[in-house]
């Protein structure tokens, strides 16, 4: 009776003592007693691949945001409603949230670079396909495939990524990640704005079509899955085959198919004041339930929840559920406040927004450096705090703030992604055995996806109720008996008269153009109440930073049981 082991980089392994492997009761892998082969193609170049799987995910995470600039145009080109047409992003983000925990599972059926090559074709078929979409339900149809491939994408790229890179450069390679992943949504409205205005919006899918065909070509040259991995996935698959999860698939899909349309039509629908929120918010919570229940007990789970019994996995993924949230919410409200209020052009807007993607991309190589040197917590300490001072100054945020005034403000939040990001998905994954990283990465990312959607629900929904309560607060004082309010409307009705209309239809308009201003700066104050509650809700985090203790955090154990 022996066990494998695998010692510092990829790929090196020896036949170590009974005593040497007992952390991974999580695992249910079982290998042969052979020994594991080292790959016969040589070690591969992890820039190389790094940069192959780095065209996925930073391609479905561009996706995600760019057809929003696009919608007014879909909807008079496709004849569609507001409503109708937002479910061309809401197909997207549930196909999305569905596929990202089954990756693993898909992985070990498949192959792990087959389900990321098959993904990526996935993806660029739907790609094809939406620009070709001239009826909604087409439409819809194709972006729901393209999120099924983008998905997939991200967990696989982060699996591929941590077993391609030894132990001392996977926060590095984390950075790499971290980049793609949140400069996506950052560039991704900004790059669909101007395609929209220069091209067609069909353009912003068949754009990833030249720049897909070159990721799949370094995927398929670069990209081998190393031979312990291939080993560990036969013996799993062979128990998934025998064992197929069913009613795990069905509980998972019903229950986030459900929970992702409550965070997204939750607003639209006044939220538990409509039937199909409130019984689709119940379904997803028991279909939820049962899945735990189910998964506990399968005999080959297509979701690896035993990973929750590692403190630091649990806390980290956690963590990154909490901060992306706020993330994404951030990033929700600024473009807002920039076109709704400043007056900016969603070209304007997405140029305004580039130094926080500069701070990111500067910082994340630097924060990789940093991980080994510097404990994760104190990295992510740093991020919540950069990221409350930079929302913190958002809060002053006025109709006379400037693009400069803005730049600012974006620096501190560009840094505090890369201080949190990095160390966040480097940490919470450190301790998981190699055989599983699948499993962690695809639990990870699904938390952090729907982090963000939570985020955006609840501060969607605050904008909406603070806006109502700061302009019944602002209304209160605008009083025509007051002399200032006197003063500003007949100021204004004899602007108005100047340029030729009667006194009733100057005064009329006088009238509305202060209830404008009313409104204009009722907006204000939402904002600014939604930045400073952005702010504070960062520091929330650091009482938890405890639990990411540094003596759970050493070098990733990758072994498994061989009877």
């Not at 507001?82 to 992003?89: H, N, P, Q, R």
């Not at 068949?206 to 036969?234: C, K, S, T, W």
């Not at 409350?388 to 109709?399: A, E, H």
């Not at 450190?430 to 985020?455: E, H, K, M, W, Y």
């Amino acid at each position: 009776m022996r066990q494998i082991a695998r010692l510092g980089g990829a790929g090196v392994w020896r036949v170590a003592p009974r005593s040497v492997c007992r952390r991974c009761e999580m695992s249910s892998v079982a290998l042969p007693t052979t020994s594991i082969a080292r790959e016969t193609r040589g070690e591969p170049n992890r820039w190389l691949v790094t940069a192959a799987v780095s065209f996925g995910s930073l391609m479905g995470a561009i996706d995600a945001s760019i057809v929003n600039v696009a919608l007014p145009h879909m909807r008079g080109s496709l004849g569609t409603t507001v409503e109708e047409i937002a479910w061309v992003s809401t197909g997207y983000m549930l196909a999305t949230v569905v596929i990202m925990p089954m990756t693993a599972f898909l992985g070990a059926l498949f192959g792990q670079r087959q389900l990321y090559l098959g993904a990526f074709v996935t993806f660029l078929v739907g790609s094809a396909f939406c620009g070709m979409a001239r009826t909604l339900p087409v439409m819809i149809l194709w972006r729901v495939v393209q999120g099924f491939g983008a998905g997939a994408l991200q967990p696989t790229t982060q699996a591929i990524l941590r077993q391609t890179f030894p132990v001392k450069e996977q926060a590095m390679a984390m950075a790499i990640y971290a980049m793609g992943v949140m400069i996506g949504p950052a560039v991704g409205p900004t790059l669909g704005g101007w395609l929209v205005d220069n091209a067609s919006w069909p353009w912003i899918f068949y754009i990833n079509l030249p720049v897909g065909a070159v990721g799949l070509f370094m995927v398929v040259r670069y990209v081998h899955e190393p031979e312990d991995i291939r080993a560990q996935n036969r013996v799993r698959a062979e128990r998934q085959r025998a064992n197929l999860d069913w009613l795990g698939i069905g509980l998972l899909s019903a229950g986030l198919v459900m929970l992702q349309y409550v965070l997204e039509e939750g607003q639209r629908d006044d939220w538990f004041e409509s039937r199909t929120i409130t019984a689709l918010a119940f379904g997803a919570i028991a279909s939820l339930v049962l899945l735990v229940l189910r998964e506990l007990t399968a005999p080959a789970p297509v979701v690896n929840l035993r990973l929750f019994r590692d403190e630091v996995f649990t806390t980290g993924t956690i963590i990154g559920g909490v901060t992306n949230a706020m993330l994404m919410a951030s990033m929700f409200l600024l473009p807002l406040f920039m076109q709704e209020l400043l007056g900016f052009t969603g070209t304007q807007a997405g140029l305004a927004l580039m130094p926080r993607v500069l701070a990111m991309i500067v910082l994340s190589p630097i924060v990789g450096k940093l991980y080994d040197r510097v404990p994760a917590r104190f990295l992510v300490g740093a991020g919540a705090l950069f990221l409350f001072f930079g929302s913190w100054q958002m809060r002053v945020f006025t109709l006379n703030t400037s693009s400069s005034d803005v730049g600012m403000a974006l620096v501190f939040q560009g840094a505090g992604f890369a201080f949190l990001f990095v160390p966040l998905t480097t940490i919470a994954i450190a301790g998981v055995p190699r055989a599983l990283l699948a499993d962690a990465t695809g639990l990870n990312s699904l938390f952090r996806q729907i982090g963000g959607s939570i985020g955006i629900a609840i501060f969607t929904t605050l904008l909406t109720r603070f806006s109502v309560e700061a302009r019944a607060a602002v209304s209160a004082h605008v009083d025509a008996t007051r002399p200032e309010v006197f003063e500003r409307i007949a100021a204004m009705q004899h602007a108005l008269m100047a340029r030729g209309l009667d006194a009733h239809a100057a005064r009329e308009g006088a009238l509305r153009m202060l209830d404008g201003l009313v409104t204009q700066q009722a907006m204000v104050i939402t904002f600014e109440r939604l930045f400073e509650l952005a702010a504070v809700t960062f520091l929330v985090v650091l009482p938890a930073l405890v639990l990411l203790r540094p003596s759970a955090t050493g070098a990733p154990k990758a072994e498994v049981h061989a009877d």
